[in-house]
């Protein structure tokens, strides 16, 4: 069994997030530059064939790229984790988030839960919510989302992404036939 999630990698911006993270008085135990992402769907244990159909059923899906302004902090006081998030995001990232829920959910998979609150977690463990002024101001670049397994290890979790697929906009009937055209004149 695999535990298993959907989510964006936050990749180039990740150092300049710890970076910042790492300067300031921020509570809880950091997470490792490597784990940093956003989540879109949280999954849970899946078998080797339930993975497999999941896979072959996201092939499928579209979504434009994505540009994500992170500008707000906050806290899951229940999870206690301690994050960074957009104060307002684009549709299409709710849409690719309830669209990657419901793959799941046709397998039996995910934990019930229908609100999405986007947010790269920067810290576990938190016992208080990050008190930071001046607000920040990075731009999450998103091409492409993953499907994450979560592996426990001595040293802590890691996140492997079990397949990739690119974020990109939906090519246009009219526009096909017009290139067509200029290709065979
Ligand atoms: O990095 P975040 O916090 O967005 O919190 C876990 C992490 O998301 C979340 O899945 C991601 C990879 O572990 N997670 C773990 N167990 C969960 C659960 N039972 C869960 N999310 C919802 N329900």
């Known amino acids: 069994m695999a535990k298993l999630f959907f989510a964006l990698p936050v990749k180039e911006l990740a150092p300049e997030l710890i970076a910042w993270r790492d300067q300031l008085p921020w509570p809880g135990q950091p997470v490792p ?6 989540t879109l769907a949280f999954l849970g244990e899946a078998d080797e064939v339930t993975t497999r159909r999941l ?10 790229p994505l540009s994500i302004r992170l500008d707000e902090t906050g806290w899951f006081s229940r999870a206690k984790a301690a994050w960074i998030g957009p104060k307002e995001w684009p549709n299409e990232l709710n849409v690719l988030a309830r669209a990657l829920r419901r793959h799941g959910e046709k397998l039996r998979l995910g ?9 790269v977690t920067l810290s576990r463990k ?9 607000a920040p101001n990075f731009l999450l670049q998103a091409d492409e989302f993953c499907l994450y397994q979560s ?25 096909d036939n017009e290139e067509q055209r200029r290709a065979n004149p």
């Open 111 to 119: 934990n019930g839960e229908q609100g999405y609150r986007p947010h």
């Open 55 to 64: 896979i072959a059923a996201v092939e499928r899906q579209h979504c434009p």
């Open 33 to 38: 530059q490597a784990n940093l992402h956003l």
């Open 151 to 175: 592996i426990s290890t001595p040293d802590g979790v890691r996140y492997e992404p079990l397949a990739c697929w690119p974020l990109r906009a939906r090519r246009k009937e009219g526009l």
């Open 126 to 134: 938190a016992g208080e919510a990050p008190a930071i002024l001046p």
